[in-house]
């Protein structure tokens, strides 16, 4: 209870205003009703932030699964590219080898 009340930065003496206010306006059969719809509002504001935070991290892995699959097509297209090129540069190696005298 101290760390909600520190968290709160409320002490005593606010907290038991707050509980007579309570007593006050909702006399002691309407109090166990305020709380039930309390806790509710509580749990109901819980599962909505939980919900919105599991549907951002679902958005964020499955735009990271679409960026990895780009870059490895992207990547399995540039090699087979160069693997293209490659191939066709090796016949004229063959063809016409460069002589270290030439190449000076």
Known sequence: MNTV???????GSEMTVILIMIFLLFGGKGIPNVARTLGKTVR???DAASGIQR???????EIERE??????????????????????IE???KENPVKKDEIA
Do not use: A, H
Request: net charge negative; glycine share 2%.
């Open 55 to 61: 549907d951002i991290m679902n958005t964020s892995t």
């Open 44 to 46: 109901e504001f819980k």
């Open 5 to 11: 009340l520190l968290f709160l930065n409320m002490g």
């Open 67 to 88: 960026i990895i699959n780009t870059s490895s097509s992207i990547s399995k297209e540039v090699n087979e590219q160069v693997q293209k090129i490659q191939r066709e």
């Open 91 to 93: 016949p004229e190696k």
